[in-house]
């Protein structure tokens, strides 16, 4: 009974760690996204659009100063998942982060 006991516990430790791999793998494939690795506070939305390509949608914030694109990235867990990057009056990044621009619109930060 001890030797079944330490074997399940064991292949319980082994599959959680692969369960952290799978997980931290997938959390790497979001930073391969170039809108994601490669886009930086200070760029011109032009310099963005070059890097990220056409968003999927273009906002005029309503909350929050000047204007927003939203881009579809790499889907998790089955869910399309969204980035957004805001950009101020003079058309250059101000923030960016993990939601769509209307949920970045209703909370600025």
């Not at 292949?11 to 997938?26: E, M, P, Q």
């Not at 805001?86 to 930060?109: A, F, R």
């Amino acid at each position: 009974m001890t030797k079944k006991l330490v074997l399940a516990v064991c292949t319980t430790a082994a599959l959680s760690i692969l369960a952290g791999c799978t997980a931290y793998d997938r959390a790497a494939s979001y930073v391969k996204e170039p809108v994601v690795s490669d886009v930086k506070v200070g760029m011109t939305k032009e310099q963005v659009r070059a890097i990220a390509g056409q968003p999927s949608t273009s906002a005029t914030l309503v909350h929050a100063q000047g204007t927003c694109d939203t881009y579809a990235v790499a889907p998790r867990d089955g869910k399309a998942q969204t980035y957004f990057v805001s950009y101020n009056d003079t058309g250059h990044v101000m923030n960016k982060g993990y939601q769509s621009c209307s949920d970045y619109d209703s909370q600025p930060k």
